[in-house]
């Protein structure tokens, strides 16, 4: 079946505590994202991956770093949380179409983070 | 950078009413795209617009492109309560990842 998963599902942290959230799909998707989803703001990406060791910043990707060994895996790395890092995050996977466009974007189950 | 403005953010309407969201680009698309998300769900791929002007339907749903490629909605014909949650859009440049609208999200009143 086709999937991204997300892990954890559920976590609650305190400030400052480096934490690790994973990502991983199974459709050989050359594009990973990751974004958060806050009330009111919609889904605002932090990093995205266009290939395997080919990282770029997304609109908020302060706090934030992603790392790309794999072509499965894309994690979400908080150095140093904060309680502003509290939110709802997604890894999103796609593959790419003629010309470079994304394809249909697959996400997964999503995390909810609490940094107190 | 790339900018997605979608309105309305909210929209409450009774069973059987008609429903529209729009969505705005900065930029020039290569494609737009439109998702659902239901409540506590993740967001799900509903269709993908590449051409100028196209409309595609998918039952009571019309997604529309405009002919500058700037511009889409999205439609729902008699909404009905299974219609309930939070309708993005997702601009593609085509050089980059994915940049989704703030949303809009629908509440149907039975």
């Known amino acids: 079946e086709a999937q991204v998963t997300q892990n954890p599902r559920y976590l609650i942290t305190v400030t400052g505590k480096k934490l690790t959230v994973t990502c991983s799909q199974n459709?050989?998707?050359?594009?990973m994202s990751w974004y958060r989803q806050d009330p009111g703001l919609g889904l605002r990406q932090i990093y995205y991956?266009?290939?395997?060791?080919?990282?770029d910043k997304g609109d908020v990707p302060e706090g934030y770093k992603v790392s790309r060994k794999e072509k499965r895996n894309f994690p979400l790395i908080l150095e140093s949380p904060s309680p502003n890092q509290t939110s709802l995050y997604f890894c999103?996977?796609?593959?790419?179409?003629?010309?470079?466009?994304?394809?249909?974007?697959?996400f997964g189950q999503g995390t909810r983070l609490t940094v107190v | 950078g790339q900018q997605v403005m979608q309105i309305p953010q909210y929209q409450h309407v009774q069973e059987g009413e008609d429903f529209t969201t729009y969505c705005n680009s900065s930029?020039?698309?290569?494609?737009i795209q439109w998702y659902k998300q239901r409540p506590g769900g993740h967001p799900v791929f509903l269709i993908q617009?590449?051409?100028?002007?196209e409309v595609k339907k998918q039952k009571r749903l019309t997604f529309q492109f405009g002919e500058a490629k700037k511009n889409s909605s999205l439609h729902i014909t008699a909404t009905q309560t299974t219609d309930v949650g939070t309708y993005f859009c997702?601009?593609?440049?085509?050089?980059?990842?994915?940049?989704f609208g703030s949303g809009t999200r629908l509440q149907v009143q039975p």
């Open positions: 999103a996977s796609s593959s790419k179409g003629r010309g470079g466009d994304n394809t249909e974007a697959f």
């Open positions: 459709m050989n998707h050359e594009y």
């Open positions: 991956s266009m290939n395997v060791e080919v990282t």
């Open positions: 930029t020039t698309l290569s494609n």
């Open positions: 617009l590449v051409k100028s002007g």
């Open positions: 997702a601009a593609d440049t085509g050089r980059r990842a994915l940049t």
